[in-house]
C-alpha cells in the first residue's frame, strides 16, 4: 500500500516536474526564436528626440517656432517628482520595483481578457515596455509584439537606470493637439512649465496617454474629468499626496487652454511674418530641413520689432494707397450662408472658420467682418472679436463713394453712393475702426487686400543684420515673399552699377557725356531708347545724369566702359550670379531680387566693403553649442576688463573690398543729390544725409528705391505678382519714395545717422553740375557742388564722351520729342522699315527701362 502511494505520488510529481520543464523549455524556445534579429536596444542611451526649433528676437524673447512633433526635451533630474508621480500611478505603479514586466499586471489582463471573452484586452504594459513599443516596436496588438516587448524591456533595465527611461518615457509620449513629451503638453493645455502645475493638472496629463483624442479637454471633457480623479485617487492611494490634497484636488474644475480658460502659448507669440518664415527657408537649405524641424535649434534673429512693425505699416501705407486711387471694390470673395445671419452665434462660427487675414494691422486692427443687413444707405455688420451692440455696427455711405464694384465679367459697376451699391448680405469683408482727432470712434470703414504688392527690407550697412523686412501686404493673405523669392526688373535702380564701374575706370562725377538721341539694330528690331521725359539734354556730367535718371547717358556710358566690365561689377556685388552684357541691361531690365539689391547698396554706403546679408546672428543646436556665427569680425579690446570713459573696443574686419573707397564716396555723394534735388527729392525728407536711386520700370511694372545713411541702407518694390503696368505717373520716387521716408525717419531716430565718411586721399573741387565747368573755391549757388577727386589725378574738364554713337540726323537735341514722326531706317537684315519715336526696346522684347 505504502509502495502504491509512493509510487502515485511519485508519478504525480515526475508529471508536474516534466510539465513544468516542458513550459520552461517552451517559453525559453519562444523566447529565444523572439529575441533573434530584434532592433538595438542599446542606441536609447544616445537617443535624442525631435524638439522644437524656437527663433529668438535680439531680446531673447521667443518670436515663432517651427517642429513637426512639438517637443520641449527636458532631464530627467528637471521633471518634477509631482508630474513623474502622476504618470507612474496612472501606467505602472510598481514601476520602481519590477525588472521591466509586471508579471501580475500580464495574468491579471489575462484573466480580464479570458473573462470578457475577448472583449477587454488592454496591454498591461509598463512604462518600460511602453518605452520599447515607442521607439523600437510597432502599436500593433499582437503576440509576437508583446514578446518582443517584454525581451527588449528586460534587456533596457540592464542597460539604463530607472530615470533615464523615465526620461525617454516622458519627453516621448504622445499627448495630444500635437504635443510629444510633458513640458509641451503643460505648454499647450495649460501654458504652463512643468514646475507650476499643481496635482490636478499633473493628473490630467497622466490621463491621457492611453487615447489622446478620446480624453480632449473640450469634446470629452467629463470622461477626461473622470480619469483624472481617478489618477488622482491612484496618488494619494501610492502616498504621493495626503488625503487633505486630494480632496482639495479632486474638486478643482477642469481648465484648460482649449475651453479658453487660459491664454495660448502661441497667442503671446507675435504672428508668423515673411521674416521668421524666411529664417526658416534659409536654415532648411543650409542645415536640411529635417535638422531644422527637429533639431532643437535656438536661432538668434537680427529682426528689430520695432522696426518690423514700421516696415509692415510704411510698405502697407503705399500699397493701399495706390489701390484705393484704383477706385475698384472687390472685396474678400467669401461669403457666409444668409441662413445663418439671424443667429449671431451661429454667423460668428462661420465667421471664424472664413480664412480671410488676420493679421492686418494697419492705423488700427483689420477686423473679418459679415454683412448682416444691407439698408437703403447703411449696412449692417457683425465683426468677428466685437460685442453686437443694441444699436450694432454700420458702414454708412461716406465710406463707399470712393469705390466702383468689379463685376463678375470684369466690368465696374458705377460709383458707389450707398453701402448697397458695394455689399451684399452674407458678404465677408474686413474693417477698422476710424477715430476722430480727439481719438473718439467715428465710424467702421470698408478695407481690402491692396491687390499690388511689393517687397521692402532694410540692413544695417556696417554688419549686414538685416532689421526688418515685408514681403507683401499680409503674410496670411500670401506667404510669397517678394523681398526675397520676387525676381523683378531693377529699372534705374540698377544706373549706380554702371557709374560705380565708370568712376573706378577713370572717370569723375564732373566727366561729361552727351545726352543725345541714339539708335541701335538689334536682331530684334531697331531700338530707339529714351528719356521719361522724351527730351535730350545735349553734353551733361555723370552727377547730373544720375541726380535725373538719364537712360541715353547711361547707354553711352555702358557702351564706353563696356557691358563686359559693368556686368563684372554687377556681378561683384552681388546684383545677379551671370549677368548677360546686353547694353539693355545697363538700364536694369536684367531681373533680380530686392534682397541682393538692398546687399548690394550697403556696400556704397560702408565705403566698398563686402558685406553679406542675414537674418540670423547666431545659431545654437539643442547642447547649447554654437554652429554658426555671422559676425566674423575680431574684437581687440574686449578681453580687457576696463576701457577708458571716452573709447570704445576696437573692431578689427577681415572683409573683402569691392570697390575703391574715394569711388565708393563719389557714387555716394552723387546719390545725395538723387535726394536732394533729383527724382526722388518731393519725397524723402530726412534730418540726416540719404542717398539712394530710384528706379521705373518699362511701362512701370515695378516701381524702386533704394537708398541709405551711413547706419543703414533700405529699399522697396512695389508691382504687380503678374507685372502689369502700374498707370502713368506712377514712378518710384513718388510710390517707393514715401516707404523709404516712412520708416528710415523711424530708423534715423532710433539708430542716429550722420555725415558720410570722407575716405583719406583726395581732395574737393568746385564744379558747375550742369556743366561741369571747374569754378573758383568761393563759388557759391544752386549750381555748384563740392566734387572730390583723387590726390594726384588731375580732372580733365571740357571732354565729352559719346559712347560711339552716332546721332540720327533727323533726331532732335532739346526739344520734346514728337510721338507722331515716323522715321524711315535700314534693319540688320539690310530691309527698310518705318519705326515711330514710340517704339522702344520694351516693344521689342527688351524692357526698356526709366
Known sequence: MIRFILSFFGGI??????????????IGAVLYIYSYDLPSHESLAQYQPPTISRIYSREGRIIDEFAKERRLFVPAEEIPDLVKQAFISAEDKNFYQHAGYDARGIAAAFVEAVRSRGQNVRGASTITQQVMKNFLLSGDRQIERKIKEIILATRIEETLDKESILELYMNEIFLGQNSYGVAAAAQTYFNKTLSELAPHEAA????????????????????????????????????????????????????????????????????????????????????GEEEFFTGGMAVRATLDPELQNVAATALRHALEKYDRDQGVWRGTGKTISTDLLNDEAAWREALRDVEVPRDIDLDGKWHPAVVLFVGNRDARIGIEGV??????????????????????????????????????????????????????????????????????????????????????????????????????????SFKPFVYAAALDSGYSPATIVIDAPIEIDTPEGLWRPKNSSDKFYGPTPLRTGIEYSRNLMTIRLAKEIG???????????????????????????????????????????????????????????????????????????????????????????????????????????????????????????????????????????????????????????????TPTPLGRNTFGGNTCGPVFNEFMQA?????????????????????????????????????????????????????????????????????????EVVTEVITSTGESTVVTPSASFGTLSSGGLY
Open 13 to 26: 510529481f515526475t508529471f508536474v516536474t516534466m510539465g513544468i520543464a516542458v513550459v520552461a523549455l517552451s
Open 204 to 287: 490630467t496629463l497622466a490621463s491621457m496617454p492611453k487615447a489622446p483624442s478620446q480624453f480632449h479637454p473640450v469634446r470629452r471633457k467629463e470622461r477626461l474629468l473622470s480619469r483624472r480623479d481617478f489618477v488622482l485617487k491612484e496618488m494619494k492611494e501610492n502616498g504621493y499626496i495626503t488625503e487633505d490634497v486630494y480632496e482639495i484636488e479632486v474638486a478643482q474644475p477642469l481648465l484648460s487652454v482649449q475651453n479658453g480658460d487660459y491664454d495660448s502659448f502661441r497667442s503671446a507669440l507675435p504672428s508668423r511674418d515673411y521674416f521668421t518664415d524666411e529664417i526658416r527657408r534659409q536654415l532648411s537649405r543650409d542645415f
Open 387 to 492: 460685442p453686437d451692440d443694441a444699436d450694432g455696427h454700420f458702414i454708412n455711405p461716406t465710406d463707399v463713394t470712393w469705390a466702383r464694384k468689379q463685376l463678375e465679367d470684369d466690368e465696374l459697376g458705377p460709383q458707389a453712393k450707398v453701402a448697397g451699391d458695394l455689399l451684399r448680405e452674407g458678404e465677408v469683408v474686413l474693417v477698422r475702426e476710424v477715430k476722430d482727432e480727439d481719438g473718439n470712434f467715428e465710424r467702421w470703414s470698408l478695407r481690402q487686400v491692396s491687390e499690388v504688392q511689393g517687397g521692402f527690407m532694410a540692413m544695417d550697412v556696417n554688419n549686414g543684420r538685416v532689421l526688418a523686412m515685408q514681403g507683401g501686404f499680409s503674410y496670411e493673405q500670401s506667404v510669397f515673399n517678394r523681398a526675397t523669392q520676387a525676381r523683378r526688373q531693377p529699372g534705374s
Open 563 to 721: 557691358m563686359e566690365t559693368v556686368a563684372d561689377y554687377a556681378e561683384r556685388f552681388g546684383v545677379y550670379d551671370d549677368m548677360n552684357p546686353f547694353l539693355a541691361n545697363s538700364l536694369g531690365s536684367e531681373e533680380t531680387t530686392l534682397y541682393k539689391m538692398v546687399a548690394a547698396y550697403a556696400m556704397f554706403a560702408n565705403g566698398g566693403e563686402r558685406v553679406e546679408p542675414t537674418l540670423v546672428d547666431r545659431v545654437q543646436d539643442r547642447a547649447g553649442q554654437t554652429i554658426y556665427r555671422h559676425d566674423q569680425r575680431s574684437c581687440e579690446d574686449c578681453a580687457f576688463a576696463e576701457l577708458a570713459a571716452d573709447s570704445s573696443p576696437r573692431i578689427t574686419s577681415n572683409r573683402e573690398r569691392v570697390m575703391d573707397a574715394i569711388t565708393a564716396y563719389q557714387l555716394t555723394s552723387m546719390m545725395r543729390g538723387v535726394v536732394d534735388r533729383g527724382s526722388a527729392s518731393r519725397a524723402i525728407n530726412l534730418d540726416v544725409p540719404a542717398a539712394g536711386k530710384t528706379g521705373t520700370t518699362n511701362e512701370a511694372k515695378d516701381v524702386w528705391f533704394v537708398g541709405f545713411t551711413n547706419t543703414m541702407v533700405a529699399g522697396c518694390y512695389i508691382g504687380y505678382d
Open 747 to 819: 530708423a534715423v531716430e532710433k539708430y542716429g545717422g550722420g555725415a558720410f565718411r570722407v575716405p583719406p586721399g583726395g581732395q574737393f573741387i568746385n564744379i558747375d553740375r550742369f556743366s561741369g565747368a571747374q569754378l573758383s573755391p568761393e563759388a557759391s549757388g544752386d549750381n555748384v557742388v563740392a566734387e572730390y577727386f583723387r590726390l594726384g589725378e588731375e580732372p580733365v574738364f571740357g571732354v565729352a564722351f559719346d559712347g560711339g554713337f552716332a546721332m540720327g540726323s533727323n533726331l532732335p537735341l532739346f526739344d520734346e520729342v514728337d510721338t
